[in-house]
């Protein structure tokens, strides 16, 4: 399985991005697709999650409502409306995708910049 980001960019603070994920390649029949981000001097941490059917999941005090996660199972892809951005929002995003309780496969990630 491949997984290909984008739709990071600059934005100011209190703008919005998208980002996407396509998934390719041998794809399970249901697979639950995530986004985590990295900040520079920082772990990865958990932003988001959607499962095959569209119940989605949120790291309360990161998202504080300003993101919505979506996925299209046609398009084999994954969304992430990001509103209301802030400068500490600034990472490198990552999408991922598992089938089971772990993720298995990770995409090359893309870069948010939010400025003050």
């Known amino acids: 399985v491949q997984l290909q980001a984008c739709g990071g960019g600059l934005v100011q603070a209190g703008g919005s991005l998208r980002l996407s994920c396509v998934a390719s390649?041998?794809?399970?029949?249901?697979?639950?697709m995530g986004w985590f981000r990295q900040a520079p001097g920082k772990e990865r941490e958990f932003v988001s999650s959607i499962s095959w059917r569209g119940i989605p999941s949120y790291k309360a005090d990161v998202v504080k409502g300003r993101f919505t996660i979506s996925r299209d199972n046609d398009k084999n892809t994954v969304y992430l409306q990001m509103n209301s951005l802030k400068p500490e929002d600034t990472a490198v995003y990552y999408c991922?995708?598992?089938?089971?309780?772990?993720?298995?496969?990770w995409g090359q990630g893309t870069q948010v910049t939010v400025s003050s």
């Open positions: 390649g041998p794809t399970s029949g249901s697979y639950t």
């Open positions: 991922a995708y598992r089938t089971g309780r772990e993720y298995d496969y």
